[in-house]
């Protein structure tokens, strides 16, 4: 909030959370949080709302579990998370996963194979960062894939959220992430993360990476078609009346499906006796046999599948 305040440098700014041990119940406290923050900026430290909150929402300790013994470890963490991750959809704000296909338009596809091929991808914007937290979760969704027994051998991607140089010692020791920062020092640091996001550019320093930037005919189809299923949706909602499909659940089960087309492929084509990976495979897996070749190449490598990829060169006779 602005103020007329040389000690507050012109600029009022507040946040209100909630520890939680499980983060699909936080959305059911976002719009207390909201009205919390207003009231923290019009009348800094009068707490009494916040207190009355805590003393009937606070939590207890399991019996014989002190604080000191209750630190997080890395493995509760991970665990907590996988367990948690799948009800991630809950959390997000209406329109959240349509504005990200918006603004993104053809090039949401670019920005699929990074979060399917478990990169650390980090997302600059300036301040406010709402909308940009709501795009880490909305990347993380793109790379759904429900078939079981795929994504053992593959780094977890973790949804950072909001990041700041604070946590440049955290993004360093990690392998797969999806963030957010309004930092621009970030840039400067290439070692933290192999995709940048810079509004609506997608960019990488990783020069085995740079042939997954170009959108190809098989991405351009994709996007036509996720159109075309969004068009239809609409189209029934106004004509029908049938509420009961919503445009979030649409674009949400487009990528998994999608997914899951590609990894049924792939277990398929590894249980079979030549184990050989055809252009009528990829074409098959809704990609370019040519365009996405680096893809599937690193796709093989990231999710453990020992296959031969047969395609052929075009500029061969």
């Given at each position: 909030m602005p103020v007329e305040s040389e000690l507050e440098r012109g600029a009022r700014m507040k946040s209100v959370g909630i520890l939680s041990p499980s983060y699909t119940l936080l959305y059911r406290y976002m719009h207390f949080l909201e009205n919390q923050v207003r009231h923290q900026l019009e009348l800094p430290g009068h707490y009494t709302p916040l207190e009355a909150f805590y003393e009937d929402k606070k939590g207890v300790l399991p019996a014989g579990v002190t604080p000191q013994?209750?630190?997080?470890?890395?493995?509760?963490?991970?665990?907590i998370h996988k367990h948690l991750y799948p009800e991630m959809k809950i959390t997000h704000p209406a329109g959240c996963m349509s504005q990200f296909i918006k603004f993104f338009g053809e090039q949401i596809f670019v920005l699929w194979k990074f979060a399917l091929l478990r990169k650390r991808i980090l997302i600059f914007s300036p301040p406010p960062v709402g909308v940009v937290c709501y795009r880490v979760y909305c990347c993380?969704?793109?790379?759904n894939v429900t078939l079981p027994g795929v994504?053992?051998?593959?780094?977890?991607?973790k949804p950072f959220f909001y990041v700041n140089v604070a946590d440049i010692e955290t993004l360093d020791d990690e392998v797969s992430y999806v963030a957010c920062t309004t930092e621009k020092i970030f840039e400067q640091k290439q070692d933290l993360y192999d995709v940048y996001v810079d509004n609506q550019n997608v960019k990488t320093h990783l020069e085995h990476l740079q042939p997954l930037l170009r959108v190809n005919g098989a991405d351009k189809e994709k996007y036509r078609r996720l159109n075309d299923q969004r068009q239809l949706l609409m189209y029934s909602q106004e004509v029908?009346?049938?509420?009961?499909s919503?445009?979030?659940d649409l674009f949400i089960l487009f990528f998994m499906e999608q997914n899951n087309r590609i990894f049924q492929i792939l277990l398929e084509v590894a249980s079979s006796q030549d184990k050989t990976l055809t252009a009528d495979?990829?074409?098959?897996?809704?990609?370019?046999?040519?365009g996405d070749r680096n893809f599937l190449m690193d796709l093989l490598e990231v999710y453990g599948f020992d296959l031969m990829l047969v395609i052929d060169n075009p500029c061969c006779p």
């Open positions: 013994s209750c630190q997080p470890s890395v493995h509760w963490l991970s665990s993380c969704c793109l790379a994504g053992a051998t593959a780094p977890e991607s029908d009346g049938d509420c009961s919503c445009e979030e495979h990829a074409r098959s897996m809704g990609l370019d046999p040519q």
